[in-house]
C-alpha cells in the first residue's frame, strides 16, 4: 500500500521561506509524476506545483516565480521550495503522487500558516 508523508509546515512571517518534504514508500519505482496542492479554509484544494519522472514541471500562475518544486534523485521523495511568501499562502499543503497505472496518492496533510 502506497503512503505519502510530508514534512516541513509551520509558522512562518510574510516574505520568509519554507521548504516542504514529501517521501513516498509502497509504491516506490512506480511513480510517474508527484505534486502539491493545498486547500485554504472555506476552499477547496487547488494546484500548487507537478513534476514529472521527466522532470517537467508544471506550476500555479500564484505559484510562479516564488516556489520552487523538485524530486530527489531516488525519485521518491519531492520537495516544495517557498519563498516571498504571502498571508494568501495559509492552507494546509498536500503530497501526491500518482503511479504508472493511474492510481492517486495522498499525504495527510501539513499546515503553513504565514503571519502578516
Known amino acids: 500500500q502506497g503512503q505519502l508523508v510530508e514534512s516541513g509546515g509551520g509558522l512562518v512571517q510574510a516574505g520568509g521561506s519554507v521548504r516542504l518534504s514529501c517521501v513516498a514508500s509502497?509504491?516506490?519505482?512506480?511513480?510517474?509524476?508527484m505534486g502539491w496542492y493545498r486547500q485554504a479554509p472555506g476552499k477547496q484544494r487547488e494546484l500548487v506545483a507537478t513534476?514529472?519522472?521527466?522532470?517537467?514541471?508544471n506550476y500555479a500562475e500564484s505559484a510562479k516565480g516564488r516556489f520552487t518544486i523538485s524530486r530527489g534523485k531516488d525519485q521518491n521523495t519531492v520537495y516544495l521550495q517557498m519563498d516571498s511568501l504571502k498571508p494568501e499562502d495559509t492552507a494546509v499543503y498536500y503530497c501526491?503522487?500518482?503511479?504508472?497505472?493511474?492510481?492517486?496518492?495522498w499525504g495527510q496533510g501539513t499546515q503553513v500558516t504565514v503571519a502578516s
Open positions: 513534476i514529472t519522472s521527466g522532470g517537467n514541471t
Open positions: 501526491n503522487a500518482i503511479i504508472f497505472s493511474g492510481a492517486n496518492y
Open positions: 509502497g509504491i516506490i519505482f512506480r511513480i510517474n509524476a
